[in-house]
């Protein structure tokens, strides 16, 4: 795994929030596209050390079915307060799966020239 550093400093984030209308005007000229946002994103992210995989996608699901476990356990052991913490966690790591999905291309397909994973 290749380890990234932060997209932009500190310092770059603080200009770039603090001036909201360049980052509507960066965000224009990326868009000059047949591409929505979303599309360009994904786009962007695609094949990068630090754009998503579906492994990642799997971690998030595995994350959220252990979150559901676990709030079934503490439910029947009566500890309502942490399964409520699970059942909040594992919504959150599902819909973080979900939006790590729509970023990435369907399962199945792929560029001619990609390695095929073997089946799991």
Same mark, same amino acid.
Request: aromatic share 6%; proline share 8%; with cysteine.
């Given at each position: 795994?290749?380890?990234? =550093? !932060?997209? $932009?400093?500190?310092?770059?984030w603080t200009g770039v929030l603090?001036?909201?209308?360049? $980052?509507?005007?960066?965000?224009?000229?990326?868009?000059?596209?047949?591409?929505?946002?979303?599309? #360009?994103?994904?786009? $962007?992210? *695609?094949?990068?050390? *630090? =754009?998503?995989?579906?492994?990642? #996608?799997?971690?998030e699901v595995q994350v959220a079915?252990?979150?559901?476990?676990?709030? @079934?356990? @503490?439910?029947? =052991?009566?500890?309502?307060?942490?399964?409520?913490?699970?059942?909040? $966690? =594992?919504?959150?790591? @599902?819909?973080?799966?979900?939006?790590?999905?729509?970023?990435?291309?369907? !399962?199945? #397909?792929?560029?001619?020239?990609? !390695?095929?994973?073997?089946?799991?």
């Amino acid at each position: 795994m290749t380890d990234t =550093g !932060p997209a $932009l400093s500190a310092a770059e984030w603080t200009g770039v929030l603090t001036h909201r209308d360049k $980052l509507a005007a960066i965000r224009e000229q990326l868009l000059d596209t047949p591409f929505s946002g979303h599309a #360009v994103a994904a786009l $962007l992210l *695609y094949d990068q050390p *630090y =754009g998503f995989t579906q492994e990642d #996608v799997e971690d998030e699901v595995q994350v959220a079915d252990y979150c559901a476990a676990m709030t @079934r356990e @503490r439910e029947a =052991g009566g500890d309502h307060a942490t399964a409520g913490t699970f059942k909040m $966690l =594992g919504e959150r790591h @599902r819909i973080r799966a979900r939006k790590i999905a729509a970023l990435l291309p369907p !399962p199945g #397909v792929a560029s001619a020239d990609a !390695p095929q994973r073997p089946p799991i």
